[in-house]
């Protein structure tokens, strides 16, 4: 009922840009936090980026300057600005939601923690 969809990843030259988008599916009432994960093969994923319901934003040191997140609420849709992209950038990123609100039926119901399916990003040198 609840569904995220990514896009935006591709390959890229080092220096380069991309923007990935993530926008919620479903008959959704209200988002609290969004935020962007990576991971690559043989590592943990890891938080890249962040923002709150309040539009507060944190990022992952190797992030500053070089990422942003931003949102647009009305279309349940979240976004990270990616440039100056290194070849140690290349991983899977994938995006979070940590709590919905959402409608099944007539019931307002609330679900945790929900992710996408992952979008690739490849950058060379």
């Known amino acids: 009922q609840v569904q995220l969809v990514e896009s935006g990843g591709g390959l890229v030259q080092a220096g380069g840009s991309l923007t990935l988008s993530c926008v919620l599916t479903g008959r959704i009432f209200s988002i609290s936090t969004m935020a962007w994960y990576r991971q690559v093969p043989g590592k943990q994923r890891e938080l890249v980026a962040g923002?709150?319901?309040?539009?507060?934003?944190n990022y992952a040191e190797f992030a500053k300057g070089r990422f942003s997140i931003s949102r647009n609420l009305a279309k349940f849709t979240v976004f990270l600005q990616m440039n100056n992209l290194k070849p140690e950038d290349t991983a899977v990123y994938y995006c979070?939601?940590?709590?919905?609100?959402?409608?099944?039926?007539?019931?307002?119901?609330?679900?945790?923690?929900?992710w996408g399916q992952g979008t690739q990003v490849t950058v060379s040198s």
């Open positions: 923002i709150t319901g309040d539009g507060n934003t």
């Open positions: 979070n939601v940590d709590r919905v609100a959402y409608y099944s039926g007539d019931r307002l119901s609330v679900g945790t923690d929900y």
